[in-house]
């Protein structure tokens, strides 16, 4: 039997870029999908394909030998559906048969919103996944407005209050999809993944000051304040607002939860917060610092 052929949507993003390296790790081909095959391949990347969520014509080449998917909705956009549907219908029309959804624990399958997408992968390829991943660790370290708050300021500010997360490292969450795109049995079912333990901002921001030796603080705002925060920082109002409200689902304990999902997919225990603030200690240097 031949090896499977995946493209991989968000080549360069937190989990994709894992995705590829770890397909690739099992002896299976992985796709790039990009923007800028080029410009991807002169900086190393191989088998980079052009790929644009909004240029229809540069979906069939993507999809050319391909037959699953590692499926990573468009950026900033509250109502994917319209966008997605078409290239998976594509997809499937030339031999796709197995797709992997990047979603959020805090998004549920629903009719509107980036919870349709959940019905349209169940419902369109007869093999599929929902990854459901809680909020990532990496949203402290990198280009993340958390991050760039704990480099600048030492403030994190959200609206979630005291409500818990479980945050997860982006590694562990790509550990899960490259199972599913790969395992023989098609998963055929969404997997909710979590770090090893629920944390509030507050204890988070104290783990950070703790590892880096410098202060870092939450700071506790209302939704509508985060909801302007987000717009002055250049999100569009619909994704500022869509990102604020699930701030305040936080604040009313709807991710205060752990799984086992990533042991039991994985057969290894997910990474602690903790033990991801210490190899990524450089990362909180203050701006001028870095």
Known sequence: MAEPTVLVLGATGN??????????????????????PDAAAAAGAADAVRFDWHDPESHPAALRGVDRIYLVAPLGVAEPLPVVEPFLRTAVARGVRRAVLLSSSAVPEADTGPGALHTLVRRTLPEWAVLRPSWFMQNFTGD????????????IVTATGDGRVAFVDATD??????????????????????????????????IVTEVSGRPVRHVPVETGELAVRLKAAGLPPEFAALLAGLDEDIRHGTEDRTTDTVERITGRAPRSFRAFAEAHRAAFAPESAA
């Open 144 to 155: 993340h407005p958390v991050a760039r708050a704990v480099r600048g300021d030492g403030e």
């Open 15 to 36: 989990t994709g870029s894992k995705v590829l390296r770890m397909v690739r790790a099992e002896g299976a081909r992985a796709l790039a999908a990009t923007r800028r």
């Open 173 to 206: 969450i790509a550990a899960v999809a490259t199972r599913a795109l790969l395992d023989d049995r098609p998963h055929n079912t969404d997997h909710v993944i979590t770090g090893p333990e629920a944390l509030g901002y507050a204890a988070a921001a104290r």
